[in-house]
């Protein structure tokens, strides 16, 4: 055979075969083609607070650049000690006790951590218990690792918090853990301390290890209160998630952190692993680790955005009336995050394909969304709206939505 056909031949490794993260999928290549045309498209894809005009507050970016001279070399594997002590402490703040520094990992992003925390846990076949609708690099990432995503749902009726029947329904004896994604993306759900409880006794009878996915958890609306589900659950071992990318709007910054808590020398072996992994990619990104210290400690400027005619509490409040007024689309007021997750009336949009609806849309209208079923929901009847532009650019994409759903049938 020649080299072309040969050339051509090259395939992607088995272990890709399950793995699928479709927020960055098809649709946004035929955004980008429409982009290279010259057509404007309006990106509510993804949560990515700059390019809506969310500045960082000045003080991390005054800290990273006094410190870029003194950051050109690796770090420690867990990265800077200084950085983890402000995690350490702000976490012992919040009644998660006995922490160290050693419990603290810095990753490039909170998404490197979670790709970690699974290919260092699971076996072929092991059972991973991951919320539907979830951020789908939790499935891809439990797929990824030769594990299995089984998706617990969450009820829309409930305000979106997870059906407990269903979570224990799905418990088999390849079940290792479970993931908790609060504030949730994309419902905007924040769960109260009594499901949370509940969630940690379920745990807590099936030894499962609790992932907790909490990078919202300082972006609520109309007073919400965030629990750490760590700090409900002492005796079991925990792994919480959270990171610059929202809260302090430096998403190119790739910064985020996991802490371990609870009884770790049930744990060493798995923790060896995480060691391990931190240590094959050296370290993460140096000089923006010192913007973690900055950021969590003190005066917190997303506040002002999240209160009462603060620019992301106005979006949401638009953006939720705005949707709630199209014929056939409804949707639960988010209490946090950056997401909603409106409904579909199926019958009247003869709906059956959630991916080909977005993608009219985006033809029709140039706006670009994300399907349901990208979040592993298991029915074609939702997509996912990012509420960061500003509230004009914002009314003027739901209002386009409206215009494109008017006459749209499949
Ligand atoms: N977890 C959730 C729930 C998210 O929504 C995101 C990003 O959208 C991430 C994790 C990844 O964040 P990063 O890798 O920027 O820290």
């Known amino acids: 055979s020649t080299f072309s056909e040969k050339r051509s031949n090259i395939k992607k490794s088995h272990k890709l075969d399950e793995v699928c993260y479709d927020i960055r999928g098809p649709v946004l290549k035929e955004a980008k083609r429409l982009e290279e045309e010259g057509h404007h498209v309006l990106k509510l894809h993804i949560g990515n607070p700059a390019p809506f005009g969310f500045n960082a507050p000045e003080e991390i970016l005054v800290d990273v650049i006094r410190n870029l001279p003194a950051a050109q070399g690796y770090c420690d594997s867990k990265g800077l000690y200084s950085a983890r002590k402000a995690i350490m402490q702000h976490y012992q703040a919040r009644n998660m006790h006995h922490l160290t520094v050693e419990d ?8 490197e951590l979670i790709v970690q925390s ?7 076949g092991d059972e991973m218990l991951i919320p539907a609708p979830d951020y789908p690099l939790w499935t891809a990432a439990v797929s990824l690792s030769n594990g299995k995503a089984i998706h617990y749902l969450c009820d829309e009726g409930a305000d979106w918090f997870p059906d407990l029947c269903d979570i224990r329904r799905k418990i088999t004896s390849s079940t ?7 504030p949730n993306n994309p419902t905007g759900s924040v769960y109260s301390k009594a499901l949370l409880s509940e969630i940690v006794e379920i745990a ?4 499962f290890i609790i992932f907790a996915d909490e990078i919202y958890d300082k972006i609520l609306y109309d007073g919400a209160q965030h629990h750490s589900i ?3 659950a002492p005796d079991l071992f925990t792994v919480t998630f959270n990171g610059l990318s929202k809260t302090y709007r430096v998403a190119g ?3 985020g952190w996991m802490v371990l808590h609870g009884p770790k020398k049930h744990a060493k072996d798995y923790i060896e692993g995480l060691e391990m992994l931190a240590s094959m990619r050296l370290c993460a990104n140096v000089p923006m680790q010192h913007a973690i210290q900055t950021a969590i400690g003190g005066y917190q400027s997303i506040n002002e955005l999240i209160k009462p005619k603060g620019r992301l509490y106005e979006q949401r409040e638009m953006a939720w009336h705005l949707i709630n007024e199209i014929p056939g689309l409804s949707c639960t007021k988010p209490a946090g995050a950056l997401y909603m997750f409106p409904k579909f009336d199926t019958k009247r949009f003869h709906l059956y394909d959630d991916q080909k609806m977005v993608l009219d849309l985006l033809l029709q209208e140039k706006v670009l969304l994300v399907h349901g079923r990208a979040f592993h929901w298991p029915e074609p009847d939702h997509v996912r709206i990012v ?3 500003a509230v004009n650019e914002l009314a003027q994409g739901i209002k386009k939505l409206k215009r494109f759903l008017s006459s749209y049938r499949q």
């Open 118 to 124: 699974m290919q260092a846990l699971l076996n072929t």
């Open 253 to 255: 910054f790739r910064q």
């Open 230 to 232: 760590a700090a409900l």
């Open 204 to 207: 807590r009878q099936h030894n």
């Open 104 to 111: 603290i990992y810095i990753g490039n992003g909170v998404s």
């Open 176 to 182: 290792k853990g479970i993931v908790i994604i609060n």
């Open 387 to 389: 509420i960061l532009p």
